[in-house]
């Protein structure tokens, strides 16, 4: 935040409009969430107060307990891939000229498709009769079918999330690593350093405060997948890529059980709560040191 | 660029590769009929025909669509910028009573998972009989592009010097007059890259766009999951619909690509 | 330390119309504190890239104590650049920055004598107290000393690049930074090239100067000499504050003339405010009329004041600690003179 603020309360007026429309969105539907999650609703007229009885249910139910922990799994393994590959690809960028802009629109392309499409255009690619991929992998030898193998389904869901937000991790990095000052690459060939010397003292410093961010946001937005997965494989075979938003979607809207959907959503939100305030207080700390 | 070693080089050019397969796939597919798909696995299309394009245009259930998706894409960019940019303009120059507090709430709500809130939407926009309008979904989508822009501008904002501030007081200019002429034209490039962030989250948005539209309003997103006739899933015309999805994503990248790079070195995505 | 040799070095990028910098020889000796001094666009960080070998030059080469190293990379040379902000290791301790390069290369040196050697170079720099301390939190000042420090720490550097080097730390420090300067290559006995636009930091700083415009050094020698017997017209405007006054021969009296055409028959004389005194009009000497006093301080209990005259068409500046009022007519008395012909110096006169 800047420096020279002054102290006024009037301020209050700026941000008014800013209240209103997330209070419309946010508070109140999240205050009916919690108001249900508490309650044992039968239908419109016959409820009852059951304390934390949904939460308890909730968190020892072993579907739960598996989205969970395939959830997880999902969130770690993208983690582990598209970081690192993410930095390697802004290292590799150009920074001016026509290609520079032309690579910059095909990374963000991925980023600004719809989700479902994102599916639909994995589905097309990957599946064994029509799909690119999935007919050349049988024409190689191997048995490829999404639908039908747990291990491939899991596969072709990383393969498909690294293809849509790889980029979110290398567009940060690159707009990190364009902070750098041509100087300091100087000075380092100048002492003498070596590649690897150079990325680790010149470069990762300053890539430091946006990989927090990614970190943080994959981390986040990897744990609240919906729609790409449900279009790819429905949540299966079987439900073996049933993550937590769906289970929560089928819960909530599916069969109608307010109740423990409500629970599960609060949960689900106390979650991300955490992950945002690890997010806001290092994007702050890194602000206050630079 | 004695900096790029090979590795990266390398390994951005095959990632860019990776990249264009599927959609290189997805081009192909849109120019062939569905009997054509089903029945020979081909590279490149021998016989291309523009007939699924020409029934995204025609068919009023997909065209109508495209219009509903544009629609509220547009509403929620339009509602969001003009609602962030007072409070990101107050966030960087004031402090107040809850400032830092209000500050951490908005951004909780960017990050909340929207399955959380199917149902209470479902009710709230119901109740108010805006259910199945696109103003509804663009509402809904506020939740997250709202205290995204305030985000991203106050970050932008927060570099302009206050002086440009106090040299406007002092020429005797109304505060709407530096506001609107003086402020904003310089925030042009904030205002680019907010807006950009703000269709990055709103067009691609399924979940809640689904639970808040019936036929009316139907996005084409939703269009396209319900899309299975009678001979099977029309891979055609279902190609030919994510085209049309992808282009709005490319022409907006392509305006503001200038200024992208400086919105993402915020890190305020 | 090594002995620098620029032959004939020119430098043209690639698609301009213009070279850069004309061919240009220097040579700068073993241990000199030597400063490249211009305005900005003359063609100082262009020579620098070249130095530091970031840039190959068009034609020419470049020596280090005899060895050719037109052809080697700039980490092969032997160099340290000091720059315009301090460039450290964000995340090491100033130690460890100062002991980095010492690290690098395959270097044979033990733990031992790299400490030895930092805080030698810690010790020189009085920035002993802050060795311990991370890069990110020292002061400015400290920053740019321990980025001095990186550049002194190996024994075998060649030659040390400043590339102005104040530019970041505040005014009201900057002789501090200056002396420190000079006071270590007065010790250690290093080459340095101080590269600036500041005529104060470069006759201060070094034992010969190079002033470079357009390209072309214009002329090298030492602060007193460039300051007095400029050989370019370019050298007397740019040194001095304010700068020589110039005006055509034409312009004097008759009997001056005829003595400036005995010394070389120059077209244009130059001379500098404090080598001229303002007396009575007379008939043998340059006459003006006073258009501003400006009050400078006092010296021997009297007040000197820069005045500035109308010389017929032109303004002409004179310190003087005669006291004359605005509008009153007096006559000017060269006691130092340097005489051009189409820009170069072509004959001097004066009181040594």
Redesign the interface.
Known sequence: MAQNKTQDNRAWLGVLPVMLIVAFSGVIPLMTVVNYSVQDILDFNTRFFVGFEWYRETLTDPRFIDAFLRQLGFSAAVLAIEIPLGIVIARGMPTQGLRASLLLVLLATPLLIPWNVVGTIWQIYARSDIGLLGVTLNEMGFAFNYTAEPPHAWLTLLAMDIWHWTSLVALLAFAGLTSVPAACYQAAELDGASKWQVFRHVELPRLKGVLVIAVLLRLMDSFMIYTEPFVLTGGGPGNTTTFLSQYLATMAVGQFDLGPAAAFSVIYFLFILLFSWLFYASVMRSEEGS | MSRRSRLSRWVLAGYCVYLILPLYWLLTLALRSNADIAGVFELVPSNPTLANFAEILTNPVWYQGLVNSISYVLLNTLISVSVALPAAYVFSRYRFLGDRQLFFWLLTNRMAPPAVFLLPFFQLYSSIGLFDTPLAVALAHCLFTVPLSVWILEGFMSGVPTEIDDMARIDGHSFWFFFTRIFLPINRSAIGVTVFFCFMFSWVELLLARTLTGSEAKPIVVVMTRTVSASGMDWGVLAAASVFTVLPGILVVWFVRQHLVKGFALGRV | MARIRLQEIAFTYPGASEPTLQPISLDIQDGEAFSLLGASGAGKTTLLNLL?G?LPPTQGRIFFDDVDVTEL???DRH???V???P?L????SVAQNLA??LT??GSTLNREAIDKRVSAIAKELNIESILKRSA?AISLFEKQLVAIG?ALVRPDVSVVLLDEPLTAVEPSIKWRLRRTLKHVQDELGVTMIYVTHDQTEALTFAERVSVLADGQILQTGTPEAVYQNPAHQFVGHFLGSPGMNFLPSNAFPQPLQRSFVEDGDPETIGFRPESAGLTAPSEVLLSGIVETQRVLGTAQGRVVSMYGLRCGAAQVFVRSPASFACGDEVGIALQRWVGFREFLRVGSNGAE
Request: hydrophobic share 35%; glycine share 4%; no cysteine.
């Open positions: 530091s970031i990379p700039g980490r160099l340290a650049q720059f315009q902000f460039v290791y964000q995340s090491m980095f390069s690098t290369r990110n990186r």
